[in-house]
């Protein structure tokens, strides 16, 4: 079964920092470009960052840069994202979400882990 | 960067057709990508590229594009696709590399 499972999540004090982990399993996880998304209580999906297969290509939202940081280790399937100084308004639900067949069609998602800050 | 703007909420009677809009320049350059999500779940993609839906989407749900409109219609609107519909593309403002979620349309059916 292909899936997708983060951790990670918890509650924070403004400023600290968190590790979002999210494990691949059921597909060639190395293959796929990788992407975050959250969801903050009761609003909308807003993207957050994406990495390429092979981590060379690396994006993120214009208004979280400097703050999170995508990274992923294809030995271990896994994709992670580190966030720091957090913000009273990063409190949502983070998910990882896998691409395929063009770079936004996000076929395969988490469940979900909350950061509460 | 760019924007991608849907009505914040719909409604359709059980078993009519029910036409979901999401609109912005970049839609120009880039196809949307569609997502449903019911409460307490995780979204599930329904439609991407052109008119292309993932396996095990039933075929009432098509999509299209013309100029910055893109659309999610479904034909024959079913109880169990009462949900929150968003659509998505890459951004044209940043060449394509970051990507947008329009804010949302939350679907009733009646």
């Known amino acids: 079964e292909v899936q997708l499972v983060e951790s990670g999540g918890g509650l924070v004090r403004p400023g600290g920092s968190l590790r979002l982990s999210c494990a691949g399993s059921?597909?060639?996880?190395?293959?796929?470009?990788m992407h975050w998304v959250r969801q903050a209580p009761g609003k909308g999906l807003e993207w957050v960052s994406s990495?390429?297969?092979?981590?060379?290509?690396?994006y993120y939202a214009d208004s979280l840069k400097g703050r999170f940081t995508i990274s992923r280790d294809n030995a271990q399937s896994s994709l992670y994202l580190q966030v720091d100084s957090l913000r009273d308004e990063d409190t949502a639900i983070y998910y990882c979400?896998?691409?395929?067949?063009?770079?936004?069609?996000?076929?395969?998602w988490g469940q979900g882990t909350m950061v509460t800050v | 960067s760019s924007e991608l703007t849907q009505d914040p909420a719909v409604s359709v009677a059980l078993g009519q057709t029910v036409r979901l809009i999401c609109q912005g320049d970049?839609?120009?350059?880039?196809?949307a990508s569609w997502f449903q999500q019911k409460p307490g779940q995780a979204p599930v993609l329904v439609m991407y590229?052109?008119?292309n839906r993932p396996s095990g989407i039933p075929d009432r749900f098509s999509g299209s594009r013309s100029g910055d409109t893109a659309s999610l219609t479904i034909t024959g609107a079913q109880a169990e696709d009462e949900a929150d519909y968003y659509c998505?593309?890459?951004?044209?403002?940043?060449?394509?590399?970051?990507?947008?979620f329009g804010g949302g349309t939350k679907l009733t059916v009646l």
């Open positions: 979400a896998r691409a395929q067949w063009e770079p936004s069609a996000f076929d395969v």
């Open positions: 059921g597909f060639a996880f190395r293959s796929y470009g």
């Open positions: 990495i390429s297969s092979t981590g060379t290509y690396i």
């Open positions: 970049t839609l120009k350059s880039y196809y």
């Open positions: 590229g052109y008119n």
């Open positions: 998505n593309s890459r951004d044209r403002d940043s060449g394509g590399n970051l990507v947008i």
